[in-house]
């Protein structure tokens, strides 16, 4: 069975820090990665997406890391700002056509002033 | 720019009682994707469309069933609606029909509640 396994579930920093947060996937045939953002009640907004090839992708200060080899995947926020204060799911594609989406349990980050 | 639209966003319904979701996929996108999301639960998904034909099928009851319209819009048909229904449901859209790094756009969701 496909799994996505994130930790930790909740972090809780200060604004201006930086955070790391994890992702461990067992999904058989590895398609792509892709990290979303999601804010209470609304549908998930697409950070990063990483391919087999891929081990680094940015967007702003959102930096996702893919190991292919040991299937984890780290997603790290710089200079974490109050409106970053949300959950982050990891979701993995499997097959072929690599669209059908495995979500992880998500990490739920909250940033205090 | 353009988002992808949900209707209607709340829908209250009673146990054995039928419900259709509607989703309007961002102009020029062709796939759409269902997803259900429990309460507290990830997002599961429930069935995709290509082009106006089914292209993945997930953990979609068989009391559901969904199709893609010629203007590539999607509806969700829900019957004998149970408890366990009760959820948010959440369509997404992409460009290029199959493409393994499409990113998938997102709408706010229909929130079901059955009674």
């Known amino acids: 069975k496909n799994q996505v396994e994130q930790s930790p579930q909740s972090l809780i920093i200060l604004e201006g820090k930086n955070c790391t947060l994890q992702?461990?996937?067992?999904?058989?045939?590895?398609?792509?990665l892709r990290w979303y953002k999601q804010d209470t009640g609304r549908g998930p907004v697409s950070l990063t997406i990483?391919?087999?090839?891929?081990n680094t992708k940015s967007n702003g200060r959102y930096t996702a890391t893919l190991d292919a080899d040991t299937k984890q995947s780290s997603l790290h926020i710089t200079a974490s700002q109050l409106s970053d204060s949300a959950s982050y799911i990891c979701?993995?594609?499997?097959?072929?056509?690599?669209?059908?989406?495995?979500f992880g349990g998500g990490t739920r980050l909250m940033v205090k002033p | 720019a353009a988002g992808v639209i949900q209707s209607p966003r709340h829908l209250i319904k009673e146990k054995r009682e039928t419900a259709t979701l509607k989703c309007y996929p961002i102009?020029?996108?062709?796939?759409v994707y269902w997803y259900q999301q429990g309460p507290g639960q990830d997002p599961q998904f429930l069935i995709s469309?290509?082009?106006?034909?089914?292209?993945d099928k997930g953990s979609i009851p068989d009391r559901f069933s969904a199709q893609q319209f010629s203007d590539y819009h999607s509806e969700l048909n829900m019957s004998s609606l149970e408890l366990g229904d009760s959820a948010l449901y959440f369509c997404?859209?992409?460009?290029?029909?199959?493409?393994?790094?499409?990113?998938?756009?997102f709408g706010p969701g229909t929130r079901l509640t059955v009674l």
């Open positions: 992702c461990n996937y067992t999904v058989s045939p590895f398609s792509n």
């Open positions: 990483m391919t087999f090839s891929e």
């Open positions: 469309f290509y082009e106006k034909m089914q292209s």
């Open positions: 997404a859209s992409s460009l290029g029909g199959g493409d393994p790094t499409d990113t998938q756009y």
């Open positions: 979701v993995v594609s499997a097959g072929n056509a690599g669209n059908m989406l495995t």
């Open positions: 102009p020029r996108h062709d796939t």
